[in-house]
C-alpha cells in the first residue's frame, strides 16, 4: 500500500474523527413518556415548569440530571469549523461500559461526505464509501484501536483526537451553568415535546469558575469537556437549552468563533435509557491501521 493511500486514509479518517468529536455537544435528556419509547411528551405543561424555579435553577437541574443518564439517542445538524456542514444520528451508551454508533453527513464534501462510525471494545471503526473502499484494498471499515494508538504511533496530530473519542458528550450541557446572564426565551414544542427555552452566553473560563463547588467527579467529566473547545480556539460559546417538563435538556444550541471560522451545532434528543448494543464490523471487511502502520515501517 502506497504512502499516498496512508495518507488520504488519515485524512479521511481524521476528518470524520473530528466531527464525532463534536457531534454530542449537548445534554442528555428526555421526557419521561420519551423513555418508554412514547412520542407524545412530558405530558406536564410547559406553563409548571418555569414558576417553580428561576432560569439558573433550571437549567442548574438539567445538568444535574446528566449525571443519572447511562445510554441516548439524538440527531444533529450544524457547521463544524474546518470541516462545513454536518448532519448525523446517533446512539451512545456510557455506562457501564463505553460504545458508540453513528452515521454522518459531512454536506460539503459530496460523494465522499458519508461515513458511517463504531466505537466498542475500546476500538474506533470508520467505515466509508464504495470510493473509500478503493482506497483500502477494497475494505470498508478502517479500525483504530484506541488504548494503542496515540500521536506517537499516528506521526504527531493527525491522528491524535482518536483517543478522545470515548469522551461522553452529555457533559457539554452543562457549560450554561456557568453564565452569568442565563434567562428564559419562551415555551416551544421540540419533537413533539413541550419545553421552555433558556438562553445564555458563558465564557469557558466562566464554565470553569462555576466548578468549584462541584464533586470532585463531576468537577473532572465536565472539565474534559473543554479541551475540544479550547483546541479550536473557542473562548465564548452562545448557547440555548430547551428543558422538557421532567427537568430534562430535549434540545440544544451552541455558537461561537473557531479560530478556523464559525461553530453553530444543534442537538435533539430521541430517546434516553435505552438498550445501545455496537458490533464491530466484520473483519475481513476491515483494515487495521495498526497493522497497516507495522508493515509499512516494515
Not at 405530558?43 to 440530571?65: C, H
Not at 427537568?247 to 479560530?259: I, N, P, S
Request: hydrophobic residues 35%; contains cysteine.
Amino acid at each position: 500500500m502506497k504512502l499516498s493511500v496512508r495518507r488520504s486514509v488519515e485524512l479521511r479518517a481524521t476528518s470524520a474523527v473530528l466531527a464525532a468529536l463534536l457531534l454530542g455537544g449537548g445534554a442528555v435528556a428526555c421526557s419521561k413518556d420519551d423513555t418508554k419509547g412514547g412520542a407524545k411528551g412530558s405530558g406536564a405543561s410547559v406553563g409548571d415548569e418555569s414558576p417553580r424555579m428561576t432560569p439558573a435553577a433550571a437549567v442548574a437541574k438539567a445538568a444535574k440530571n446528566t449525571e443519572d443518564i447511562t445510554s441516548f439517542s439524538y440527531r444533529m445538524s450544524g457547521e463544524i469549523p474546518d470541516q462545513g456542514r454536518v448532519r448525523a444520528e446517533a446512539s451512545m451508551r456510557v455506562k457501564p461500559t463505553v460504545a458508540m454508533s453513528m452515521k454522518m453527513t459531512a454536506l460539503d464534501q459530496g460523494a465522499d461526505g458519508k461515513a458511517e462510525i463504531r466505537l466498542v471494545d475500546k476500538a474506533m471503526y470508520i467505515g466509508g464509501t464504495a470510493a473509500a473502499a478503493k482506497e483500502m484494498d477494497g475494505k470498508r471499515w478502517i479500525k483504530f484501536d484506541l488504548s494503542a494508538l496515540g500521536d506517537d504511533a499516528t506521526g504527531g496530530e493527525s491522528l491524535g483526537a482518536v483517543g478522545e473519542a470515548d469522551k461522553n458528550p452529555a457533559q457539554e450541557s452543562t457549560f450554561l451553568t456557568g453564565s452569568k446572564d442565563v434567562k428564559k426565551v419562551g415555551t416551544e414544542t421540540v419533537a413533539g415535546v413541550k419545553t421552555t427555552h433558556y438562553r445564555g452566553t458563558v465564557t469557558l473560563d466562566e464554565f470553569r469558575d462555576s466548578l468549584k463547588d462541584e464533586d470532585k467527579a463531576t468537577r473532572e467529566k465536565r472539565e474534559k469537556s473543554l479541551d475540544q473547545y479550547e483546541k479550536m480556539g473557542v473562548d465564548t460559546l452562545n448557547m440555548d437549552m430547551w428543558i422538557d417538563g421532567d427537568d430534562h435538556t430535549k434540545q440544544f444550541r451552541l455558537r461561537g468563533d473557531a479560530d478556523k471560522g464559525k461553530l453553530d451545532m444543534t442537538i435533539t434528543f430521541l430517546d434516553v435509557n435505552k438498550p445501545v448494543t455496537v458490533q464491530a464490523p466484520p473483519a475481513k471487511d476491515t483494515l487495521d491501521l495498526a497493522d497497516m502502520m507495522n508493515d509499512m515501517e516494515g
